[in-house]
């Protein structure tokens, strides 16, 4: 599956949500409480086991195309760490859903490049099963920082 079919179906997902929703999103109580827990956490275990104290594995992991990987490895695991946070601060709880949704784009690439390979005695899955999972924890952090739609947007 190519790198632009991948990032197209996960930008879709976004703008897919949005459409739904419009800006009409609710809350959805201790749910949406459980939901950023489950969201957060793997977000925040990333950012800093494999970001940070394993930031060179995770730099191979990014396609060589990519300048400064040990840069971005580290760069994207701040961005995961703060917007694991952000999902909690009720003021930015919704930026931060949104920007954990197209940081998932930008990473992408990542997960194409590595697709098949093992790599420190992990099977990385294939890309179909890595995009589903990615348009799944998508839908899952913009619902857990937006909350439910409410109905389709009226433009």
Not at 79 to 108: K, T
Request: charged share 10%; hydrophobic share 60%.
């Amino acid at each position: 599956m190519s790198y632009a079919v991948s990032l197209s179906l996960l930008a879709i997902t976004i703008v897919a949500f949005f459409r739904l929703a419009g800006r009409n999103c609710s809350n959805f109580g201790k749910a949406q409480t459980v939901l950023k827990i489950l969201v957060a956490l793997p977000l925040l275990l990333s950012g800093v086991a494999l970001h940070f104290v394993r930031a060179p594995l995770t730099a191979s992991i990014i396609p060589p195309l990519f300048p400064a990987r040990l840069f971005l490895a580290v760069f994207t695991g701040l961005c995961e760490i703060a917007g694991a946070i952000g999902l909690f601060v009720p003021r930015v709880q919704r930026s931060a859903a949104l920007w954990i949704s197209l940081m998932m784009v930008a990473i992408f690439p990542a997960n194409i490049y590595s697709a098949g390979k093992v790599i420190d005695g992990f099977r990385f899955p294939e890309v179909p099963v890595r995009l589903a999972i990615q348009i799944v924890y998508i839908v899952f952090v913009l619902l857990a920082g937006y909350g439910l739609p409410r109905g389709a947007s009226k433009d």
